[in-house]
């Protein structure tokens, strides 16, 4: 991620038991976890072929990934 945002959610107590659970399940960190189930929720954004990497036979990128990082 090249720039991001620090935001503040308020969430039910049994919603954020669930969540970390979740994220341990799948070791990842919550933020990594949030990151992923939203891409999931809303998509990855359209890549657009006259963008720098903008191939549009490329895939997305993985977020959010225990094993995403570069080899």
């Known amino acids: 991620m090249d720039d ?5 959610a308020r969430i039910p107590t049994a919603l954020h038991a669930r969540w970390a659970a979740h994220a341990k399940r799948e070791r990842r960190s919550l933020n990594a976890d949030l990151i992923y189930l939203l891409e999931g929720v ?5 890549v657009d ?4 990497g903008g ?3 490329t895939p997305p990128p993985l ?3 225990p094993d995403s990082s570069p080899a």
């Open 4 to 8: 991001g945002v620090r935001t503040t």
């Open 42 to 46: 809303l998509g990855t954004p359209a």
């Open 49 to 52: 072929a006259e963008s720098p």
């Open 55 to 57: 191939d549009s036979t």
């Open 63 to 65: 977020r959010g990934k």
